[in-house]
T-cell receptor, first 113, second 109 residues
Framework: DAGVTQSPTHLIKTRGQHVTLRCSPI?????VSWYQQVLGQGPQFIFQYYEKEERGRGNFPDRFSARQFPNYSSELNVNALLLGDSALYLCASSSRSGAEGYTFGSGTRLTVV | RKEVEQDPGPFNVPEGATVAFNCTYSNSASQSFFWYRQDCRKEPKLLMSVYSSGNEDGRFTAQLNRASQYISLLIRDSKLSDSATYLCAVGSGTGKLIFGQGTTLQVKP
């Protein structure tokens, strides 16, 4: 069984550019969440989507947006990249309640130069 | 005050030692509690869910104290392979997980 898959694994972008990160959840999971993790910190919640609707948004600027597709895969978009956006971006999938925990993909490591 | 707080450590312990981590949370309405393990430059992996009754998985024991709003993780008979960062995570039932900073454990021979 495939776990949560993310692409790309690594990315280098220039300030001001935009980036699209992709995630496919575990088969049967309809909830996808996105997290940003900077070095030395725990993951910070960005978005949650369930059944293609946004169900939660963290304290991130409007440059960050996301969507979920009918097959439950998801994209995270970041516009006007800043140096501070350099981080590991993690996608997590879960069943509806998430009570049994969330499974993370291996992440996309974004470097903004 | 952070919503979820952990002592970042590092905790340096010899093989075979017992080590305990605590994590405090501020939202009394929190509904779900987890411990994740994260190896360097890898994704967090779910170690255990934490229940009010406490739960054990081999050498690992997790407990939740709702009255004092903290969760704990006990590792017995530490192995070299236990060296990692341990993240506590708290959910409010809305799908959002709030993570602590993580506690670094280094088990030495």
């Amino acid at each position: 069984d495939a776990g949560v898959t993310q692409s790309p694994t690594h990315l280098i972008k220039t300030r001001g550019q935009h980036v699209t990160l992709r995630c496919s959840p575990i088969s049967g999971h309809k909830s996808v969440s996105w997290y940003q993790q900077v070095l030395g910190q725990g993951p910070q919640f960005i978005f949650q989507y369930y059944e293609k609707e946004e169900r939660g948004r963290g304290n991130f600027p409007d440059r960050f947006s996301a969507r979920q597709f009918p097959n439950y895969s998801s994209e995270l978009n970041v516009n006007a990249l800043l140096l501070g956006d350099s981080a590991l971006y993690l996608c997590a999938s879960s069943s509806r309640s998430g009570a049994e925990g969330y499974t993370f993909g291996s992440g996309t490591r974004l470097t903004v130069v | 005050r952070k919503e979820v707080e952990q002592d970042p450590g590092p905790f340096n312990v010899p093989e075979g030692a017992t080590v305990a981590f605590n994590c405090t949370y501020s939202n009394s309405a929190s509904q779900s509690f987890f411990w994740y393990r994260q190896d360097c430059r890898k994704e967090p992996k779910l170690l255990m869910s934490v229940y009010s009754s406490g739960n054990e998985d081999g050498r690992f024991t997790a407990q939740l104290n709702r009255a004092s709003q903290y969760i704990s993780l006990l590792i017995r008979d530490s192995k070299l392979s236990d060296s990692a960062t341990y993240l506590c995570a708290v959910g409010s039932g809305t799908g959002k997980l709030i993570f602590g900073q993580g506690t670094t454990l280094q088990v030495k021979p």
